[in-house]
């Protein structure tokens, strides 16, 4: 099977991920697409690791895991308590830090 | 050289006199003017002391010195604080101290009635110790100090009655034109170090045959312009008319007898120089033939009394620095001119403040006349100056000023000519002005306001116009018989000992010179005492009298030469201040403050939107990526 293909993949949940980010309002959801858009970057990674035949590709997907991971940990708290102090996990409506 | 501590005494005496006086404030008011006038009377005693210690010594070890400190010492500059007293110094030093004494004595009387006696006594001890540093300097930095403390108790004096506004600015004006002089004073010694090494006199005298002459050229013309600046001489002169401002005891000590002589001095004491600097030289003498008829031309003119002797100072003065252009010759009269007019000169400039102490200090002659029985010793006294400044023999004036002709017209070719047809119609004008002055103050009909009581002065103020007059008759005959003044003088200037034919004898000189003043006299007696004389200055004269009795225009002049372009180059580097630097400046920050508040319309605090433009700026910068790479 033709690597390249994953690579299309890849680019197509990276999109996904992007526009999902832009356009959605609801900090879960947002989150996710970041997510999306990590493993998007992983899945090029290993693919480009079996197209070069060597490991550096995979170590930098497990790199990218364990930065995701703790995002996830510090963005999902951030989340939890802005939902609790206003009662809206709307990412629009936590636009106080400007000007 | 011998050494000397007393001559520090010299100084010391009147500035304690000033520091005591200035810093006890009104608590000396009672005794302040009696212990000026003693600290100045103590450094004349001082004065004389040296003097018979040096008659008593042979000529070659005259001169004493004094080296007080080690002032600078920079690598290879060193400077000594230092006193230095030889033949020169000690003529003013008796003029500066004796006449300062008598005026001290004359001031007591004189402001008696103001408030800020103390005030006026404390200046002028301090006048007295800056002209004494001045001539008693051993170098040019020295003099320096003094010449400059002369500009400061000036500027004091003229503007003691600074509650005026004319008076405050005549002051200001005064102190400024001294400026430009310092100015000049400074870059003489500037010159004097850069090319010599050395600003002491000794060490400029060693030092002037070796250096070029255009650097001593140089040296004697920034001389002049201080001389010009300190001396009222042309083109500095604007500032000695308006000086009068000061009360009339300041007038006779500072702007008649001895500060505005500092030029003469300073230009003597430079003789080195200027006799190794022809061009400079010859500047001199033309600095002074301008004056000397400028001054006399203002003088016919000015109906203010005080006005008319200090053009007739600048008029004297500007005989004096000819003389001293005139190089080594000339050197002796020109001093021996100085000290005669010191005491016709502060003799007058007495008398006139005597009179106007009688008129309720009305200074305007048109408003005198017949004077002469209410005021008898002023009259004398006053009487006999003007007899020594017109030069009538034997008083004191004949001696010196014909002696300056004679030099003149013994210049040699078409230059003595020159000076001495210049110095001859002076002298004629200065015989008009006077005679004007004599006859408008004290003969004539009365033709003062109603409420005016002249009478004599206290013998306070009579007694040093008394023996200033005993100078003004005397001292001529005493410093020229056996040509004393000019065999004392004569160890410090380089003589050429051969003497140039004479164009005229001396004779000749003198019969040419009484000629003259008679012709000044005569036109003068006709004009004021056969005519009545008008208490209004009469205002359809010719166009010669008016411009005259606008000083010759010098103060338009200086308004339309200096004043105005200095003014708009003034607000022009102003406004380009305000438009390019500053400009530059909030230029900057404007920028700065623009793109900012441009830039924060970004900033609105939506994630989405700043999602967005990191997405964009991704894109962007991978597809010119792209582009450079394919």
């Known amino acids: ?99 | 050289m011998t050494t000397s501590t007393s001559l520090v005494y010299l100084i010391a005496l009147p500035l304690a006199g000033a520091a005591i006086l200035l810093l006890a404030g009104r608590r000396a008011d009672k005794w302040g003017h009696l212990l000026g006038t003693a600290m100045s009377a103590s450094s004349f005693g001082v004065g004389l002391y040296q003097l018979m210690l040096m008659l008593d010594r042979p000529t070659e070890q005259r001169p004493v010195g004094k080296k007080l400190f080690e002032w600078i010492n920079v690598g290879e500059f060193k400077v000594d604080a230092g006193l230095l007293l030889d033949q020169l110094s000690i003529c003013f030093v008796l003029l500066i101290t004796g006449v300062g004494t008598l005026i001290h004595i004359y001031s007591i009387s004189y402001m008696s009635h103001d408030k800020d006696r103390r005030r006026f006594f404390a200046y002028l001890n301090l006048f007295i110790a800056a002209m004494l540093l001045l001539v008693l300097g051993d170098s040019y930095l020295n003099l320096y100090v003094g010449w400059e403390g002369v500009g400061l108790a000036s500027y004091l004096l003229i503007g003691f009655w600074n509650q005026k506004p004319a008076y405050a600015t005549a002051s200001k004006k005064a102190f400024v034109m001294n400026r430009i002089g310092d100015m000049g004073l400074s870059f003489a010694i500037m010159i004097a170090f850069a090319t010599m090494g050395t600003v002491s006199f000794a060490g400029v005298q060693e030092h002037a045959h070796h250096a070029s002459e255009a650097a001593l050229t140089g040296m004697g013309i920034m001389l002049l312009v201080a001389a010009a600046g300190k001396s009222a001489q042309f083109p500095l002169q604007a500032w000695l008319g308006d000086a009068m401002a000061g009360p009339t005891p300041v007038s006779a000590l500072i702007h008649a007898a001895t500060m505005v002589t500092a030029g003469v001095y300073l230009i003597t004491r430079s003789n080195f120089v200027f006799d190794a600097a022809p061009t400079a030289q010859l500047l001199v003498v033309i600095v002074g033939a301008i004056t000397l008829m400028f001054g006399a031309l203002i003088g016919t003119a000015k109906d203010d009394i005080k006005k008319a002797l200090a053009a007739s100072t600048m008029s004297q003065i500007g005989y004096m620095i000819l003389a001293a252009g005139l190089g080594p010759v000339g050197y002796a009269f020109a001093i021996m001119h100085l000290l005669t007019h010191g005491f016709f000169k502060a003799g007058m400039f007495l008398g006139a403040g005597s009179v106007m102490h009688g008129m309720n200090d009305e200074v305007n002659m048109r408003k005198y006349g017949a004077l002469r029985k209410f005021m008898p010793i002023t009259f004398v006294t006053f009487g006999l100056g003007y007899l020594a400044i017109l030069g009538v023999p034997p008083f004191a004036g004949f001696y010196s000023k014909d002696m300056i002709i004679e030099t003149a017209f013994n210049a040699g070719g078409a230059k003595g000519i020159i000076l001495g047809v210049t110095t001859l119609i002076g002298a004629a004008i200065t015989a008009f002005y006077m005679t004007r002055v004599m006859i408008l103050t004290f003969t004539g009909t009365k033709r003062w306001d109603d409420d005016a009581h002249p009478h004599e002065s206290p013998w306070l103020m009579w007694l040093p116009m008394a023996v200033l007059a005993i100078g003004s008759v005397s001292s001529g005959y005493l410093l020229s018989s056996g040509d004393a003044l000019e065999n004392w003088l004569h160890p410090l200037f380089d003589h050429h000992e051969e003497h140039e034919a004479h164009l005229f004898e001396p004779i000749v000189v003198s019969a040419m010179a009484l000629t003259m003043v008679a012709i000044g006299v005569a036109i003068a007696f006709f004009k004021y005492a056969r005519q009545e004389v008008s208490s209004v200055a009469p205002e359809n004269v010719s166009i010669f009298t008016k411009i005259a009795r606008q000083d010759l225009m010098q103060d338009r002049f200086n308004e339309a030469v200096f004043m105005r372009p200095g003014q708009a180059l003034t607000t022009t580097l102003v406004a380009a201040d305000d438009v390019v630097i500053d400009g530059a400046v909030r230029g900057v920050g404007q920028v700065a403050m623009g793109s900012g508040s441009a830039l924060r319309g970004l900033q609105n605090g939506y994630v989405r939107s700043y999602a967005a433009v990191i997405l964009v700026g991704a894109i962007a910068l991978i597809g010119a990526i792209w582009v450079v790479v394919q």
């Open chain 1, 1 to 99: 099977m033709n690597a390249a293909n994953y690579l299309y993949i890849s680019a197509l949940l990276f999109t996904i991920g992007a526009v999902g980010v832009v356009v959605r309002r609801n900090a879960i959801v947002v989150f996710m697409c970041i997510e999306l858009m990590l493993n998007a970057a992983n899945l090029s990674f290993v693919t480009f690791s079996r197209i070069n035949g060597d490991l550096d590709g995979q170590v930098m997907a497990f790199f990218t895991m364990v930065v995701a991971a703790c995002e996830v940990v510090v963005g999902l708290a951030i989340i939890v308590t802005i939902y609790r102090s206003r009662r809206s996990a709307s990412v629009d409506d936590a636009s106080l830090l400007k000007r």
